[in-house]
């Protein structure tokens, strides 16, 4: 296969490529352990190999697991595929099959393969790690932001990946409410790219975040929608008593219902997440809670929450209230 190009920027991190700069490669290690910048590695990636082989196949290895000669096996194309995406998990614990296979392998990868390894860190396989890096194999690095400076780098450059720009204020604040979780992070960049128009401003994450401590609008959620009415009332309440806007708290509260209402009745993994425009943790997460929900009761809760969203914007003099209203109803709506 010819790799993409590289992309500009700044492509280096201190112990390998910028995840961000990832590009499809024969040999491409991922060394970290966020289970979220792995994601969304795979995801490029993916999507970089389909745009030359729209039918490449993706095939899923546990290292842990491994039974010798399934590399060979699972190499080779089909009769209904000419390319093959190859990711194996779970390097950090490899059975000693996989690690004697995977040295043969990485002597003369296969052509149409792109083999991915994901390695979280640890001794284990030590011999293979080294082996990859003598041989020059991409380095992915996949550890999650750990500074506050990291962090804010991170917001900055998810705004600019949606073609978006946010104040350096802005992000800052935006990491003192959702800081410790990427997931949530990214998708509250998503979210204010998609409402607002032009650069976001301190005043936009007040009004969506400010005053937010433990209790985000995303906790709220994913306790009403799994039908946990105590902890999602004693969230949400929390949430107001520090001055968290109601807004941003129904945003949480639409999308987790959109997602489930995406994934409702279906069944599958990685291809389904990138089908649906979803990270494979978000796929996992909306298919359990799909199980408390009915078709009937999602579509009422939908509906109740556009209500809702009009009544804090400006049609109820008692928006707190309207939006207790409407965890209540959710959460009674999901079935336990």
């Not at 890096?133 to 400076?149: F, L, M, N, W, Y």
């Not at 978006?164 to 935006?174: G, M, N, T, V």
């Not at 129904?250 to 409702?264: C, D, E, H, S």
Request: aromatic share 6%; with cysteine; hydrophobic share 45%.
């Amino acid at each position: 296969m010819t790799p993409a190009p590289a992309s500009r920027g700044k492509a280096k991190s201190a112990t390998g490529t910028s995840w961000r700069q990832a590009a499809p490669a024969p040999l491409i290690l991922l060394s970290g352990s966020d289970d979220y910048i792995v994601s969304r590695v795979l995801d490029k990636l993916r999507t970089g190999i389909r745009q030359q082989f729209q039918d490449a196949q993706l095939v899923q290895l546990d290292a842990a697991k491994y039974q010798g000669g399934e590399i060979m096996l699972s190499a080779t194309p089909s009769l209904f595929s000419d390319f093959i995406i190859l990711e194996v998990t779970n390097a950090a614990t490899m059975s000693d099959a996989f690690l004697e296979d995977a040295l043969n392998y990485i002597k003369s990868p296969a052509e149409d393969v792109m083999f991915v390894l994901h390695h979280s860190g640890g001794n284990r396989g030590k011999k293979l790690l080294d082996a990859l890096k003598k041989a020059g194999v991409s380095t992915i690095d996949c550890a999650a932001p750990k500074s506050e400076a990291e962090k804010n780098d991170f917001v900055i450059q998810e705004f600019r990946a949606l073609d978006h720009q946010i104040h350096p204020e802005a992000a800052r604040a935006l990491v003192a409410a959702l800081g410790n979780e990427l997931g949530d992070l990214a998708a509250a960049c998503k979210q204010l790219s998609e409402d607002i128009t032009g650069p976001i401003t301190l005043e936009h994450v007040d009004k969506y975040y400010g005053g937010r401590v433990e209790a985000t609008g995303f906790k709220v959620a994913d306790a009403a929608l799994a039908g946990r009415s105590t902890q999602a009332l004693s969230s949400l309440r929390h949430a107001l008593s520090t001055g968290t806007d109601p807004i941003p708290i129904i945003a949480a509260l639409a999308m987790k219902l959109r997602q489930i209402a995406k994934v409702a009745g279906r069944r599958g993994g990685a291809e389904l997440a990138g089908e649906l425009g979803m990270a494979p943790w978000q796929l996992r997460q909306a298919q359990d809670l799909a199980n408390y929900w009915s078709q009937d009761d999602l579509i009422s809760c939908i509906a109740l929450v556009a209500e809702t969203d009009a009544m804090v914007k400006g049609q109820s003099r008692d928006p707190e209230y309207a939006v207790e209203r409407l965890v209540t109803q959710i959460a009674l709506s999901a079935r336990r």
